[in-house]
Nanobody, 124 residues
Framework: QVQLVESGGGLVQAGGSLRLSCAAS????????MGWFRQGPGKEREFVAA????????YYADSVKGRFTISRDNAKNTVYLQMNSLKPEDTAVYYC?????????????????WGQGTQVTVSS
């Protein structure tokens, strides 16, 4: 079993920054791709960003490209999402997830372990 715990969410003004963390416990996630998803009010869960097992490859949704950066520290079993230039439309619950394999597939059905989520609210 893998437990994923997100942290770092909060309330920020438009244009501000937040850094989300996702700490894994139970079993290592170092051999698996990791991703971030989000679900805004009244919206479906959507892909945000993902990183390959070794951090060598990343992929982003068009809506966050150039503003968000995903990274990982396998020694700490932790994944990060640096969010800059935040917009009100980024308001959502952000979820960390572990993929079923080492490479990126930006679809939620290929992720098998999920955290509980952390709320990010961006005020205008």
């Amino acid at each position: 079993q893998v437990q994923l715990v997100e942290s770092g969410g909060g309330l920020v003004q438009a244009g501000g920054s937040l850094r989300l963390s996702c700490a894994a416990s139970g079993r290592t996630v170092s051999s698996y791709a990791m991703g971030w998803f989000r679900q805004g009010p009244g919206k479906e869960r959507e892909f945000v960003a993902a990183v390959t097992w070794n951090g060598g490859g990343t992929y982003y949704a068009d809506s966050v490209k150039g503003r968000f950066t995903i990274s990982r520290d396998n020694a700490k079993n932790t994944v990060y999402l640096q969010m800059n230039s935040l917009k009100p439309e980024d308001t959502a619950v952000y979820y960390c997830a572990r993929a079923r394999g080492p490479y990126i597939v930006a679809r939620p059905e290929v992720f098998d372990y999920w955290g509980q989520g952390t709320q990010v609210t961006v005020s205008s």
